[in-house]
């Protein structure tokens, strides 16, 4: 089985994130608070719960290299924790928001990060050593509706951003005196702050989980109609795929490498879509294993009833219709994937999902021989 093992911390957890080291990790309990756990002894301890903000909070993003996290929330606020000797000591974030703050993540570099927002605008937040304090400059008017998800290019100017109005964009984040340019940028350098990039119209409903490869070449979204979708050379000539699956929905997704992508969702099982050599994606599997037995017709009304009862309780319509199913890893919608690894690799065979059932689920492609050659 692919799942290494399962912690059910809370009743429901709406995101996660890992410390550097691998030993702790933090997230929310569907509150204002944020719990971090630290991993003694093979068992779980409540270490510290940081407690600053007035609602839900609804991204953590824990760096890599400087060892802060950032938090969001639905107050409109955001903190930047530094950790001390007394403890996590927040630092206020200036965002100047009206609407709730939904995502945030670090830049590649850690010297500035993004956060999105039901305002239809991302701040771009950097440090100001002057003044002692962390400041944004905002991307508006381009978002006709929430930011749902936010992903950096690994040239650590470019950002992806997803809609509730259905678009998928890409914009430079280039701030002077805070980026230099590098030849690792090329053309991304020369552009003005705000700039879009590109505009990316595939999915006529909401738009979720955006990442980049690890190479930055290739660009995957997720839609509210149940489809993904592939982006390749970002920019006035891309080429994109788009791939419907038979099942719920997804929320987010994450690169394992360059041929391979796990998207989680509303299904509560990771789905496996991989690249032929030819470029061309399509859905491998779920990647959880689950035995269903049926001892009636498997279509017609009873394909129907089954689709419906995954919204309405399995339990009503799986029962009507025969149909016993063994439980997975997950019980409820999965929202959040994240790379389990002490630094960003090109592939990555370990990472972590958590969802709205309070489950935390660890999980290992190292014995799964036939997602070996994708990786």
Known sequence: MAATSVHKFAQCISCHAWSPDLSMIAFCPNNSEVHIYKLSEDKWEKVHVLQKHDQIVSGIDWSYRSNKIVTVSHDRNSYVW?????????????????????????????????????????????YEQENNWWVSKLIRK????????IAWHPNNVLLATT?????????????????????????????KFGEQIVQLDLCFCWAFGVRWSP????????????????????????????????????RDVLFLSERMVVGVGFDCNPMVFVADESGL?????FLDERKSASSSAKYGGSQFSEAFGKFYGQSKFSASNNVEQSRGAHDNCINCILPLAKQRKSSVTRFTTSGLDGKIVTWDLQKQEDLLDYL
């Open 163 to 191: 809609s509730t109005d259905g678009k998928c964009r890409v914009f430079s984040t280039f701030i002077k005196g805070v980026d230099s340019k590098d030849s690792a940028m090329g053309s991304s350098a020369d552009t």
């Open 215 to 250: 190479s930055g070449n290739t660009l995957a979204y997720v839609g509210h109609n149940s489809m993904i979708y592939f982006v390749d050379e970002v920019g006035p000539s891309a080429a994109a795929q788009s791939v419907a699956i038979r099942d719920l929905p997804l």
């Open 82 to 126: 530094n950790q001390e000797a007394t403890g996590w000591v927040p630092t206020l974030v200036i965002l100047r928001l009206n609407r709730a703050a939904l995502c945030v993540q670090w830049s590649p570099k850690e010297n500035k990060f993004a956060v999105g927002s039901g305002a239809k605008t991302v701040c771009i937040c950097y």
């Open 142 to 149: 381009r978002h006709d509706s929430s930011v749902t998800s």
């Open 281 to 285: 994606w399509s859905f491998l599997r």
